[in-house]
């Protein structure tokens, strides 16, 4: 079955540490996403790519990065200079542009601070 | 500018009674429109997608939303509520000519037994 894959499901970082999030999807689709989910506040953009070796910050890229070297796959570094990382990460994927196709989305990775 | 505002962020309902959950949306033009359903600690499964064809939808498990443009609205509907649907659901609208969605903030579905 044709699905994102996000890994781990738990993660635990500690001061000063960076972590990766990974992100896997087999459905073909040219655009991936990363966002960042806290109690009360809905879905909030973190980076988005359209294409590969390409990528767009979102509305809150401060402390991430991301890469995007395969379609495939779409990993987000949750760096030090992220001072509250301590929440839900989904990744989604969407065929592409102007498709007005919606977004598949994994099971998320929730990353808490030690 | 396009936007969604879901009108309810908590809703209860008793089991085996209709679910009404609302969403209104801003746009100059019909635009596309998704409702997911997201269960504790998982991610977004989408229930049913508009991309102006019918205007009436019917999803999964048995939810369907109708599209009115007049009311510039799209809510959520289910005949009979389960416990199963104790959920969040997010109203989304692709932001037309860019890569972009905008998410509702959501609403809390309750299901009393």
């Known amino acids: 079955d044709g699905g994102i894959t996000q890994s781990p499901k738990y993660l635990f970082r500690k001061e000063g540490q960076n972590v990766t999030l990974s992100c896997e999807q087999n459905?073909?689709?040219?655009?991936m996403y990363w966002y960042r989910q806290d109690p009360g506040q809905g879905l909030r953009l973190i980076y988005y790519?359209?294409?590969?070796?390409?990528?767009q910050k979102g509305d809150i890229a401060e402390g991430y990065s991301v890469s995007r070297e395969k379609k495939e796959s779409f990993p987000l570094t949750v760096t030090s200079a992220q001072k509250n990382p301590t929440a839900f990460y989904l990744c989604?994927?969407?065929?592409?542009?102007?498709?007005?196709?919606?977004?598949?989305f994994g099971d998320g990775t929730r990353l808490s601070i030690l | 500018a396009q936007s969604v505002t879901q009108l309810d962020s908590h809703v209860s309902v008793s089991e085996g009674t209709p679910v009404l959950l609302r969403c209104n949306y801003s746009?100059?033009?019909?635009?596309?429109l998704f409702w997911y359903v997201q269960h504790p600690n998982k991610g977004l499964q989408l229930l049913l997608k508009?991309?102006?064809?019918?205007?009436l939808v019917k999803g999964i498990n048995g939810f369907e939303a109708e599209f009115k443009k007049s009311e510039t609205s799209f809510h959520l509907t289910k005949p009979s509520a389960h416990m199963s649907d104790a959920a969040e659901y997010f109203c989304?609208?692709?932001?037309?000519?860019?890569?972009?969605?905008?998410f509702g903030t959501g609403t809390r579905l309750k299901v009393l037994a």
């Open positions: 508009y991309t102006s064809a019918a205007t």
């Open positions: 459905l073909n689709h040219d655009a």
């Open positions: 989604a994927s969407s065929i592409g542009v102007l498709s007005n196709q919606p977004q598949h």
């Open positions: 989304v609208v692709p932001y037309s000519g860019t890569y972009k969605y905008i």
């Open positions: 790519s359209q294409i590969v070796n390409d990528f």
């Open positions: 746009s100059s033009y019909s635009p596309s």
